[in-house]
Nanobody
Framework: QVQLVESGGGLVQAGESLRLTCTAS????????MGWYRRAPGKQRELVAG???????NYADSVKGRFIISRDNAKNTVYLEMNSLKPEYTAVYYC???????????WGQGTQVTVSS
């Protein structure tokens, strides 16, 4: 079992920034995929940003240029730096990781991000 714990969500105003943190109970240096997803009210869960074991990144078009995903393998932690936040980014943000050779993707409990206009 892999436990993922997210933190850093909150209520902010449009244009402000937040940094989300996801800490894993095991090494995530080779986890692939590993990334952040979100589920907005009334919408399906979507990928926000992903990062590969070698540091390659990909982003949803809606957050390109605003969000940065990074990882600290020594701390078993992945971050999501969110800048210039918009109200439409309001959602529950989830961290997800699949360990190498595992068919299972593990999910965190989610952290609420609310952006007011």
């Amino acid at each position: 079992q892999v436990q993922l714990v997210e933190s850093g969500g909150g209520l902010v105003q449009a244009g402000e920034s937040l940094r989300l943190t996801c800490t894993a109970s095991v090494s995530i240096s080779r986890a692939d995929p590993m990334g952040w997803y979100r589920r907005a009210p009334g919408k399906q869960r979507e990928l926000v940003a992903g990062i590969t074991p070698v540091g390659g990144t990909n982003y949803a078009d809606s957050v390109k240029g605003r969000f940065i995903i990074s990882r600290d393998n020594a701390k078993n932690t992945v971050y999501l730096e969110m800048n210039s936040l918009k109200p439409e980014y309001t959602a529950v943000y989830y961290c997800a990781a699949r360990p190498p050779l595992s068919p299972t993707t593990f999910w965190g409990q989610g952290t609420q991000v609310t952006v007011s206009s």
